[in-house]
């Protein structure tokens, strides 16, 4: 494995402290520790609003239209399907 990169993981503190007493013991080299800790948290947290906000702004916008899909697609009840 390569050694893991020098980044900050992450810019937010740990909200709970790390078990001293695991219940499941893995290695510290298992890969989903260390992917756990390469993670940039925040960056990913911040991704997550910014796909949010979209998901809701594209509701919003069909909610304005009243349209619940796009008119080409094959759902829609304006080419003949169900509407669903």
Do not use: Y
């Not at 992450?10 to 078990?19: G, I, N, W």
């Not at 893995?26 to 979209?54: F, G, M, Y």
């Amino acid at each position: 494995m390569p050694p893991a990169s020098r980044r900050p993981r992450s810019r937010q503190p740990e909200l709970f402290p790390r078990s001293k007493r695991p219940i499941i013991e893995i290695t510290p080299n298992h890969r989903l520790v260390q992917i756990t800790e390469e993670i940039d948290w925040t960056e990913l947290e911040e991704l997550r609003q910014r796909v949010a906000a979209a998901v809701a702004s594209i509701g919003a916008e069909r909610q304005r239209t009243g349209s619940a899909c796009t008119a080409d697609a094959p759902c829609c009840s304006n080419r003949g399907g169900d509407g669903r």
